[in-house]
Structures are given as structure tokens and as C-alpha cells.
């Protein structure tokens, strides 16, 4: 019973915490610090976008798809295969696709310190910067994220984009799961691929690249696939705090802290 009698207002003032802290979040990531999930639009737009890249074989493939179906996407490149791929840099940029920066070398953001943060965006930035954009755009590498991370990303004038649709493509999904997934697309969606898988550069993107040529084939042409930065422009952003640090990455570093 005394037991009871303890916990009980304990139990309390941190539920009370708890909410506190989950309205004050809610409402941090409806501001300009809140990441971009996907657009309210009455449009019937959708944007793809392209992790990783670029890769020299998969991303001019992939091209050739999107450019069949007058498609145009996102890429979140990461600048050391920028520098590597100069020449599928020029044809992306060409093709009126948009680019963001996914970081130098795709390490996660919230293991580092805010100096190495900043140093990730700026050298990936150098990198796209004979490829001019209209807004800055950043995808967290692995989708790992912190406050502290945000806070780097916001500083420096970023819009975190993340999604809200997924097809797993990083995994092992055949190209009928894939298309399955993103079957029922609708005005204003976020979705994530890879055309290329960092750290894996014999990754075959064949069955990604087959299930986005059935996707564009089956809503044309009832949407239209645009950039992020058009469909932005076609209505209000739907933000949310995004907060993730995955666990086996935090396992990782107090491994390679210790070690
Ligand atoms: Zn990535």
C-alpha cells in the first residue's frame, strides 16, 4: 500500500512530463523546424525521390525510365559520388531533375559532432554547387536524426525532407512487391527509392528501376511525377518533429567509442 502511495504521484508528474514534452514537439515541428513527411495539395501531384547517388550504371538507367514516362524526381546525392560521376551529374542536372544533399560520405548525423555535421553538408554542397538549385534540400543519411542535428541542418537554411511512403527498396522487395506498395498513390505523396545503395555499389537496382516504370505506367496519367522543390510549390508543406537515431547505430558507436 506505502508502495502504491509513492508511485501513484510519481506516475503522475511523469505522464504530465510526457505530455508537455509531446505538445511542445508537436508544435516545434510545425514550424520551419519541423522536417517535410509530404505536401497537402489539391494537385494531383506526386514526387519521387532517389537516394545514394549517383550511381554510373543504375542512375542513367533510371533516367531513361522517368524520361520515357516525362517524369521528373528528387535526387539526395552524396557528394563523394558526386565528384566521382561528373557526367551523370550534368545529364540529372540536364534533365531538369532536383538535387539535394545527402551528406559527403552518408554517415548518420546524430553519431557526430555539430563541427562534422556541418563540415558533411558544406563538402556536399561544394559538390553540387556547378548544379544549381532553387531551395536547399537535405535528406539525413539513414533517415537518422536529433534535435541537435536538426538544429545544424536548420541553421545552415536546409529543409529536411523525409517521406511518407516507403517501398523498402533498400531491402530485398521484387519489383511486383515494390509496385504493390505504391499502388495507391495520392496528390502531394513523398516516396523513397535508391538508385544506388551507399556501400554497396554492386547492388543490382534492376527490380526498383522495372517496379518504377510499372508505378509511373499505372497512375499516368492521372498524376503527375514533379520534383520536390514543384511540389512545394503546389501546396502547404505537412511537417512533423522527426526524431530517429536508430538503436543498432547507437550500439555501433559506444562499440567503436570503446573499442
Ligand atoms: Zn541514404
Known sequence: MVDEEVRRPRSLVRRLVGRVR????ALLGRTTFGTIVSVSTERPMVALTFDDGPHPDWTPRLLDVLDRHGAKATFFVV???????????QRLHADGHALGNHGQRHVRFPLISAAERRRELRACAEALAPYPQPRRLFRPPHMNQSLASRFVTWRLGYDVIACNRDATDWEHPTSEQMVRALSDLRAGDVVLLHDAIYGEPGRSRAAMIEAVDAVLAAHAPRIEFVTVPALL????????????VSSRARAAARGSASA
Open 22 to 25: 509531446r505538445e511542445a514537439y
Open 79 to 89: 557528394g563523394e559520388h558526386v565528384a566521382r560521376y561528373p557526367e551523370v551529374m
Open 233 to 244: 510549390r503546389a501546396g502547404r508543406p505537412r511537417r512533423k518533429l522527426w526524431l530517429m
